[in-house]
Structure formats: structure tokens, C-alpha cells
């Protein structure tokens, strides 16, 4: 397993824009395809993006699509994710997950490697 360290959250204005940084440890990064969770207060966690081990592949939740981007550098062990457009339904803790593997999942439970988590916070 690898172990992941989001970064990058914080509090916006609705309309702003955030990235968030997942940095991994571990030679074996290139093997993982890589997802985007959230969960907020009293909800259940739900699936946000997920990229493909050499990041030629991407999927996205269909709230998020157009606002949402997320990309990989390999060489630096990252993943990222740019959010634009944020509004007061995007606030939750977003975590960075990861799985062996060339299958882009949306289901938490397919992924083996999880990080702690970063705040997002939209106001309006």
C-alpha cells in the first residue's frame, strides 16, 4: 500500500476555485489507478473523480463534471484535483484513495489505500 497526504483544502466564497494535493509515498505510485472521495456531516461518502495509473483516463461524478479536474504527475507521486465553480454543496472532508490497478472504481470499497482527509469549506 501506499501512504497518502491530502493537502490544499480550505474555506472559499461559492464561485471560487481550490486544488487539492494527494502526495504519495512509495516507488509503486505508477501502479495505482487514484479517486477523489468526500463525505459531508450526516451524509454518506460518496465518489467524486478517479484517473488511471498513467492518467490517459478519467471518470467523474456526474455533480462535479465540468468543475472538477483531476490529473496526476507521476514523477512528483501527486495527484491533484482543481475545483472551480465550488458552491455550498461541495463542502465535505475530501480524501484521496488508491487501488492496483487500470479500473477507474466508484466504489470506496474498491480501494485499498486511503489518506487522512482534507476540509472543504464553501460558503455562500
Known amino acids: 500500500q501506499v501512504q497518502l497526504v491530502e493537502s490544499g483544502g480550505g474555506l472559499v466564497q461559492a464561485g471560487g476555485s481550490l486544488r487539492l494535493s494527494c502526495a504519495a509515498s512509495?516507488?509503486?505510485?505508477?501502479?495505482?489507478?487514484m479517486g477523489w472521495f468526500r463525505q459531508a456531516p450526516g451524509k454518506e461518502r460518496e465518489f467524486v473523480a478517479a484517473?488511471?495509473?498513467?492518467?490517459?483516463?478519467?471518470y467523474y461524478q456526474y455533480s462535479v463534471k465540468g468543475r472538477f479536474t483531476i490529473s496526476r504527475d507521476n514523477a512528483k507521486h501527486t495527484v491533484y484535483m482543481r475545483m472551480n465553480s465550488l458552491t455550498p454543496a461541495d463542502t465535505a472532508g475530501y480524501s484521496c484513495?488508491?487501488?492496483?490497478?487500470?479500473?477507474?472504481?466508484?466504489?470506496?470499497?474498491?480501494?485499498?489505500?486511503w489518506g487522512q482527509g482534507t476540509q472543504v469549506t464553501v460558503s455562500s
Open positions: 512509495g516507488r509503486t505510485f505508477s501502479m495505482y489507478a
Open positions: 484513495a488508491g487501488h492496483i490497478g487500470s479500473q477507474l472504481y466508484d466504489s470506496a470499497s474498491d480501494y485499498d489505500s
Open positions: 484517473i488511471s495509473c498513467n492518467g490517459a483516463r478519467t
